[in-house]
């Protein structure tokens, strides 16, 4: 049986997740803990970002997602013992560049989606030098358009520049897909 995970109507900072997971079952359940992670993320920024937006408008929910998106993965991380993060073929947080795995990964995505796969269920695992990595595409939904969409309000394009000057993560359309979030389990915490 294939392990779930949970939907979330609402996605925000790019934590959309939906649908089942494909990943091969495996006999330690790293799948379902990679997905439990991911699901993590996604509640914890989800819930971040609601208040910001709420208190303060897009532009206050920005600097939320460059404060306390790193913050909550990297506490994701120590809770769960995985590597837990998101990636994207253009990111806007150089730091979330996609490794040599990741972009081919990125890539096979892309090619997934362009054969007709719906993208909410892209989704590929692997174990690769002993350690297990899953990683699960992130689509670009309605909300996601005012911060990475091809018209954003003047004051988020000018909040963007001062904060993220090598930003390439603009202009994408409803449906295209945003990134992925990448879950590693590493290779010294496998029984
Ligand atoms: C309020 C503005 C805002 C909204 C809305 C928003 N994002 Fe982001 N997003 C950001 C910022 C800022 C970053 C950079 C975070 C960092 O510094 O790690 C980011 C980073 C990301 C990343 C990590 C890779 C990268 O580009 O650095 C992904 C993936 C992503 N967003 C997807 C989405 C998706 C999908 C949605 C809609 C569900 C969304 N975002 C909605 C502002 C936003």
Redesign the pocket.
Known sequence: MKPRILMLAL??????LAGEESARPSPDSAPAAAAAAAQALGAALKAE?EAA?HNGG?VA??GV??LK??DIAARISAESGLRVS???L????P??APNAWQTEVLRTFEARKAAGEDPAYLSYSAVVDGEFRFMKA????P??L???GERLAPEVTARLAE??PQDQ?TGFRLGDL??AFVIVKPAAARP
């Open positions: 996605a925000t900072c790019g934590l959309a970002l937006v897009p929910a920005l997602c460059q998106a790193p998101r990636t994207s253009r990111p806007r947080n730091d979330n992130i689509p670009t939904a909300v996601c005012t911060c990475h904060l993220y993560a945003r990134g």
